[in-house]
């Protein structure tokens, strides 16, 4: 798609040049439903800027830490790096950073004072605590009421330790709390307390994000047995600890992701066999890929396209269960609309059935409500608004919306939220959904040319020893695997912007694009989604007429001049170090690690250093520059060694020229040698501009 | 497009000694498109300009600016500063730019960062040649597109001149002649006829001969109008 042209005026009317990133959103960021800047954390964590990182995922993921562990990740389904290798590890990364920073490590940006309207939340799941973080930092005074002792939601109550320990979780729930929400656990709403009673408290509104507590359970011959559970109440069960008995053969009706829960924790709780058993075949099954493959991998077997008709019991204890062929799941129009084979049945052996089947809300929150429920007796609801047709009672989360991931409820609580705010503000209720466009996919004449880099492989337990127990069953990466994983990013959208009117068209991108991406018509075109953001162009462009979407090109003279400035010494050194390979460094020396009147300023590529650059460096004082690059081939970009090269040597031939030695500015090629072996460069770099 | 260079150092620097504050001027016109004159090199001159005074102790300042082109009167209401405020402006434009920002700004010494040289093409990318002296009379119809006047060393009209050896130029042995090359390319092209047609003395006036030379576009002149009022 076309972009917008960009003129000098109407760039000396932003405040920064990432103000162009929010014409068109990277496709990671279009899908992610809260819509978090993916592409600007991710490259905050290429950089080991963690805190930055991390409240920039935090201002639109409030379930960070638990997202980072079991997101079902649509950005990175979306990721354009997908098309030219593997996506980036987003959900890893993300996961590498919220726990590293925990809940002191992000910033708690809390309301100047909150002394709003106190409104109530019933619910503390992703829905609830999300809508309840946006009301206290609209200076509202939330409180949540979670009927359980502890609060999460499903993430506490229904997601097995192995996927989502609890420690995890309380980052996210200590971080929201901070900011000044109220959790008052054990308190069920319907029982305990009415939403009458709740108004009459003097909360001002009331938002149910109750979710979808219970299991459907299948109204067939046998099911009233004691060992046939409800998939959400056998796991809720566990998770607190409650004694649970299961036999030798676990039987799991269901194909979605709560079956693969339970099928899974069965195991580890010593089941010898623990079957499947669903009405979708492989690839229709609603489960998640991944769950289904380490399912398989810890030997849960499955059974596609049977349907069961009745739990076979005899001498009081379940025998097996009856289940007919299923012919078809989804009807022409795509609907759930099963039909079977009666005369095809078969018999499975088990002692013990699971029902995950789907979930279903436990509306017992309107007891002697004004609620209204519809023919089908769900609640009634409006969609936009997100009132209910009580007077002051909203609803979110999955009580309204289609069942769905953590990261969905965030993105419908934090909805409510805004919608509460304007009832409450006696405003209409009017929220604007619109998105910018996404970015168009990546040519495979321009994915050719990215170099490929293999995505970083997460270390699991094997299979047979992850079932033994309820410990995690990956590890983290580290925090040199995470840089290099998020320098994977093509950082979409982010590139090369044109200033139309000062182009001369003199063809110089052109000519020295590594990805052959610019057109010159009337003036050079470089299409934004073509443009893979190295900055070479704009290094070299003869008339200034090419700034970056993702980076101020300003940006990086003004860190230099400010390291600069911080040097105490006779002789100050700059040192540009190219940090593609960069290990753990937070793009300047550690403390410790300094050398004397050495600066180092980290930037994410060669490519993007200028000649004019290092003559300012000089003009603002330093008595020698070093640049530190890579060896050639292991640029994050193509062709960026010789480029660096050449303009370091068209800058000494400038410094010659006025008389300033070109031994006082050194290029080597060392940055991706390690951290030794870059100490050692700069020191000696240093030494011998002193001795100059 | 007209193609210039940056004068030697030394020279700059001997041609602004008597000026404290001087205005560094690039061109968005050919000198941007040849890489030597636009905004960029006028930001890394006026940075090593700084770097020279500072080195030599010397109290100057150096400010750097650009605009579209020098050459073209409405363009320099765009200027961002003010020409009147400084000593001197070192302009990066090309000889035509120089001259005519002179007369637009007759009190203010405007002084050449650049030899203007030739009018050429970019024949591969950071390499130009020069392909027209500005003659005022081409006869590239003639001459299979290959310029007689610009790649001969004498520029004659008719022909060789009796000294090329194998190829080359006798005033310089490294030139191609360029007779040898305009018959082989009327060659290729089945033209030599035209090669044989002999060619008048040339009206110098059209060249150099005649002094200053002018362009009129009547349909576009405003002194006609307002004398037609």
């Not at chain 1, 405040?15 to 929010?22: A, F, G, I, Q, V």
């Not at chain 1, 992701?257 to 580890?268: K, N, Y």
């Not at chain 1, 063809?507 to 590594?514: H, Q, V, Y």
């Not at chain 2, 040289?117 to 290959?146: H, M, Q």
Request: aromatic fraction near 6%; charged fraction near 25%.
């Amino acid at each position: 798609m076309q972009d917008r042209d960009l003129t000098t005026k109407e760039l000396a009317g932003l405040e920064s040049t990432t103000e162009l990133m929010e014409q068109t959103w990277a496709p990671c960021r279009y899908a992610c439903p809260v819509h978090a800047d993916v592409r600007g954390y991710v490259e905050l964590i290429s950089q080991g800027r963690w805190r930055e990182a991390i409240d920039l995922i935090r201002d639109r993921l409030p379930f960070a830490s638990v997202c980072g562990r079991i997101c079902h990740h649509p950005c990175e389904t979306n990721c354009r790096r997908g098309d030219v290798d593997e996506p980036v590890a987003i959900r890893e990364v993300k996961r590498f950073v919220s726990e590293l920073q925990g809940a002191a490590g992000a910033t708690v940006f809390k309301a100047a004072s909150q002394d709003k309207a106190q409104v109530a939340i019933v619910g503390s799941g992703p829905a609830g605590m999300s809508a309840a973080l946006e009301l206290a930092r609209l200076g509202y005074r939330p409180t949540v009421f979670e009927k359980f002792p502890v609060a999460g939601g499903i993430p506490a109550t229904a997601i097995p330790r192995y996927r989502l320990p609890r420690e995890v979780l309380q980052q996210d729930v200590d971080w929201i709390c901070a900011h000044g929400v109220t959790v008052r656990t054990s308190v069920e709403i319907g029982r305990d307390k009415t939403i009458a009673d709740l108004k009459a408290d003097g909360f001002e509104a009331v938002l149910i994000a109750a979710g979808l507590a219970d299991s459907r359970m299948l109204d067939i011959k046998g099911a009233d047995h004691d060992r046939v559970y409800p998939a959400v109440k056998f796991l809720t069960s566990l998770a607190f600890d409650e004694p649970v008995e299961i036999g030798q053969a676990v039987l799991i009706i269901g194909g979605g992701d709560v079956a693969m829960d339970a099928a899974r924790t069965a195991l580890r709780m010593g089941a010898r066999s623990v079957v499947a058993m669903c009405l979708e075949n492989e690839e229709e099954m609603p489960a998640l890929k991944w769950e289904q493959q380490e399912a398989l991998e810890e030997g849960v077997s499955f059974i596609h396209r049977r349907g069961p008709v009745e739990i076979v019991v005899e001498g009081g204890a379940i025998k097996s269960v009856k289940a007919r062929k299923v012919l078809r799941v989804f009807d022409e129009e795509k609907r759930f609309n099963p039909t079977y084979d009666d005369s095809d049945t078969i018999d499975v052996e088990c002692d013990t059935v699971i029902m995950a089947i789907g979930q279903k809300a436990d509306y017992g929150f309107a007891e002697s409500g004004d609620l209204r429920f519809d023919e089908r007796g769900r609640l009634v609801f409006n969609q936009a608004t997100h009132q209910t047709s009580e007077s002051g009672v909203f609803a979110c989360g999955e009580i309204i919306t289609p069942p769905g991931s953590v990261v969905e409820a965030c993105a419908s609580g934090r909805r409510a939220a805004l919608a509460v705010d304007m009832h409450l503000s006696n405003r209409e209720i009017v929220i604007d959904d619109a998105l910018p466009p996404e970015i168009d996919e990546i040519p495979a004449d321009i994915a050719d040319k990215v170099p490929q880099v293999a995505r970083c492989v997460v270390k699991a337990q094997p299979p047979d020893r992850r079932i033994k127990n309820f410990d995690e069953i990956d590890y983290n990466l580290s925090a040199d695997e995470a840089m290099r994983e998020s320098r994977r990013c093509l950082l979409c959208g982010g590139g090369a912007e044109v200033l139309v009117d000062k182009c001369v068209a003199c063809l110089t991108c052109l000519r020295i694009c590594p990805f052959d991406v610019p057109r010159v018509t009337d003036v050079a075109r470089i299409e934004s989604q073509l443009c893979q953001a190295c900055g070479m162009c704009i290094g070299e462009c003869p008339n200034n007429a090419i700034v970056a979407r993702g980076w101020d090109v300003g940006d990086l003279a003004a860190r230099t001049k400010a390291t600069l400035a911080a040097l105490q010494a006779d002789k100050k050194i700059i040192a540009f170090v190219c940090g593609h390979h960069a290990s753990q460094s937070a793009w300047s020396a550690k403390p410790g690690d300094t050398i004397d009147g050495l600066g180092e300023v980290y930037l994410p590529s060669m490519s993007r250093l200028s000649a004019a650059e290092i003559l300012h460096v000089f003009e603002s004082g330093a008595a020698g520059v070093l640049v530190i690059a890579c060896e050639d081939g292991t640029d994050r970009y193509p062709k960026t060694t010789q480029r660096i090269a050449r303009r370091v040597a068209q800058a000494q031939e400038m410094l010659a020229e006025i008389g300033v030695s070109a031994d006082l500015l050194k290029l080597v090629n060392c940055a991706n040698q390690g951290r030794d072996t870059l100490r050692r460069a700069l020191a000696e770099g240093a030494e011998a501009i002193r001795a100059c | 497009m007209i193609v210039a260079e940056r004068k030697p150092m030394e020279e700059i620097v001997e041609m602004l000694a008597p000026y404290k504050k001087v205005l560094v001027l690039g061109c968005g016109g050919c000198v941007a498109v040849c890489l030597t004159g636009g905004e960029r090199q006028a930001e890394m001159l006026a940075s090593q300009l700084r770097i020279l005074a500072r080195r030599q102790d010397r109290q100057a300042s150096f400010t750097e600016d650009c605009i579209t082109r020098q050459c073209e009167r409405e363009f320099f209401d765009d200027l961002n500063e003010n020409v009147e405020d400084f000593d001197a402006v070192l302009s990066l434009a090309c000889g035509a730019g120089v001259q005519y920002m002179s007369e637009v700004f007759p009190s203010v010494p405007i002084l050449p960062a650049m030899n203007t040289t030739f009018l050429g093409s970019n024949v591969a990318p950071g390499k130009w040649d020069e392909y027209c002296r500005g003659c005022g009379d081409c006869v590239l119809a003639w001459t299979g597109g290959i310029c007689p006047i610009t790649k001969c060393s004498k520029s004659l009209i008719n022909g060789t001149c009796g000294g090329t050896n194998n190829g080359k130029c006798e005033v310089n042995d490294e030139m191609d002649c360029g007779w040898l090359l305009i018959y082989k390319r009327l060659k290729e092209l089945g033209r030599l006829d035209e090669y044989r047609k002999l060619r008048p003395a040339r009206d110098h006036r059209k060249d150099r001969g005649g002094g200053v030379r002018r362009l009129i576009l009547s349909e576009m002149t405003e002194e006609e109008e307002e004398a037609a009022q």
